[in-house]
């Protein structure tokens, strides 16, 4: 996981001899990277693929300070041997498979090693997708969308709220957001508040009860099930794992 303060010159020049494929998700930012003989531009909901080899240069220049989570792997056959760029249809999909799997990476759990590459596999079968939401579909629950992250961490959202602001019923507002997301509407804010917790549990400032309460949850019992249940650790277990990867 980098963050934005990471890497804080305009332009950084990284070893391009790489030891192992790179598969990168841009959270956020805008940056254009130079990779051997390819050049290309990198914004949020981004996944670059960076193919192991010596390729002489990989320089990174910021136009905005960006965060991102970058996955070094393996492969018996080469996946391909130029570096590409994926503009993803389900970008916060996507990047929710990213972040499991760095939680699970770090968590060290019995079977991590092979939970990891089954959530690798399905952040390929992702990139590989030809299917999406038409943009004429997807503006009929945007008003949902825009509610869920403006009051997800303020108050409890039901699906027949979000539907009734997008004037449709609720069975087929269900079925356009989990086309679009892969996820029914309640699972989604579950993943927002406990993407949120993580991201507080990170800074280790604060205390599991009081991250409950600033994630959206009144209850910490509640909150720590629902937690290990999407991450596969409790909230204790993932700040000493994470103090252990740094």
């Known amino acids: 996981m980098v963050g934005k303060e990471k890497h804080p010159d305009k332009i950084t020049s990284f070893s391009a001899n790489l030891k192992s494929n790179e598969l990168i998700f841009q959270f956020s930012g805008d940056i254009n990277v130079k990779f051997g003989n390819n050049y290309f531009n990198t914004t949020e909901g981004s996944v670059r693929f960076l193919p192991e080899g010596d390729f002489k240069v990989y320089e990174v220049e910021k136009k905005e300070s960006s965060e991102c989570i970058d996955v070094f792997f393996k492969t018996d056959l080469p996946i391909s041997s130029e570096a590409f760029v994926i503009n993803v249809t389900r970008a916060e999909y996507v990047g929710n498979l990213f972040k499991k799997l760095f939680a699970t990476w ?12 089954s959530i690798l596999y399905k952040i390929f079968a992702e990139l590989q997708k030809s299917t999406y939401v038409p943009e004429t579909q997807f503006s009929k629950i945007r008003p949902a969308i825009e509610l869920i992250h403006k009051d997800f961490l303020k108050r409890d ?58 994630s959206g949850f009144s209850d ?15 909230p204790t277990q993932f700040i000493k794992k994470y103090r252990t990867s740094k």
Do not use: W
């Open 220 to 234: 910490v019992y509640f909150f720590s099930r629902q937690f290990k249940e999407y991450i596969g650790i409790t």
């Open 106 to 117: 770090i968590s060290r759990n019995d079977g991590y090693y092979f939970e990891c590459i």
């Open 157 to 214: 959202i039901t699906s027949s709220e979000l539907a009734s602001i997008c004037s449709i019923s609720e069975s087929y507002f269900k079925r356009i957001f989990k086309e679009k997301y892969a996820l029914p509407p309640k699972k989604y804010i579950i993943q927002l508040k406990i993407n949120h917790a993580c991201e507080l549990l990170r800074l280790e400032r604060y205390s599991v009860t009081q991250i409950a309460e600033m």
